[in-house]
């Protein structure tokens, strides 16, 4: 079975730092895009980063550019977004995602529905 867990969420002051990993069972992913997305109750699920099979041109939203960095580690099967700066309206649950055919670009992850969902991992930044 294909699964997708994330960890390292939490409760975090703002300005502080946080690092999520995606490990990645039942399917080697390193032929695939990967990334991050995030999540409000009542809003509408917003795309955050994605990198691809490559580890070529990181594609980030707006809001987080020069805050986030996304990774992966091929050998652990693990993917993983670095968080500093971080905001309260950083504030969400964070989903990992993973397109479901190989040799996509992150891109595409932003555009096209993920095959794969994490379940989730809720960061909180507080003011």
């Known amino acids: 079975q294909v699964q997708l867990v994330e960890s390292g969420g939490g409760l975090v002051q703002a300005g502080g730092s946080l690092r999520l990993s995606c490990a990645a069972s039942?399917?080697?992913?390193?032929?695939?895009?990967m990334g991050w997305f995030r999540q409000v109750p009542g809003k509408e699920r917003e795309f955050v980063a994605a990198?691809?099979?490559?580890?070529?041109?990181?594609y980030y939203v707006e809001s987080v550019k020069d805050r986030f960095t996304i990774s992966r580690d091929n050998a652990k099967n693990t993917r993983y977004l670095q968080m500093t700066s971080l905001k309260p309206e950083d504030t969400a649950i964070y989903y990992c995602?993973?397109?479901?055919?190989?040799?996509?670009?992150?891109?595409?992850?932003?555009?096209?529905?993920?095959?794969?969902w994490g379940q989730g991992t809720q960061v909180t930044v507080s003011s």
């Open positions: 039942g399917r080697t992913f390193n032929s695939y895009a």
């Open positions: 995602a993973a397109r479901d055919q190989p040799f996509t670009s992150a891109e595409s992850l932003a555009l096209t529905d993920p095959g794969y």
């Open positions: 990198i691809d099979w490559s580890i070529r041109s990181p």
